[in-house]
């Protein structure tokens, strides 16, 4: 892959990168700590997930393709034990439309390969890395402290 495309392959994930550093390193808690590494995901677990179907074929129905769905899930699954407190707490909400976005993401990765609808979906899973982070930003604002001041 030459450079130019994979700097053209990368400019969807610039603003998530800005974002998610952002939310990790200047929001404090748990809330804040789990938008940030939910939006910094895509970073990591897409070219895992191109690698995988590149290396499987891509076309065909096969359990070992399954595995591709596996670093964007896995991590999810992570996500959520590691940050299960924030699930029943007062940023409960917040937490789970996060979580509920993420699993969007993985499952949007997941029907372009499994349909083969690529071009539909394609252009959806290059935006969602971008709409979560803004998602995520929103969410992640402690409007306990705001409304305590």
């Given amino acids: 892959m030459d450079t130019l495309n994979l700097f053209l392959l990368s400019i969807p994930f610039w603003i998530p990168a800005i974002v998610g550093l952002y939310l990790v390193v200047k929001r404090p808690g748990p809330l804040g700590l789990m938008a940030g590494l939910l939006t910094l995901k895509p970073i990591v677990t897409t070219p895992i997930w191109l690698a995988l179907l590149q290396n499987a074929n891509a076309y ?4 070992a393709n399954f595995l591709a769905i596996l ?35 993985v499952l949007n990765s997941f029907l ?3 349909v083969g609808l690529i071009c539909v979906l394609g252009p959806i899973g290059l935006a969602l890395p971008t709409l979560f982070a803004l998602a995520a930003i929103t969410l992640s604002t402690d409007t306990t402290q705001e409304t305590a001041s």
């Fill in 71 to 105: 670093p964007g899930a896995g991590l999810t699954l992570i996500a959520f034990m590691v940050f299960r407190p924030l699930f029943s707490g007062p940023q409960a909400d917040n937490a789970r439309i996060l979580l509920v976005l993420d699993i969007a993401r």
């Fill in 60 to 63: 065909r129905l096969t359990p």
């Fill in 112 to 114: 372009m390969w499994l």
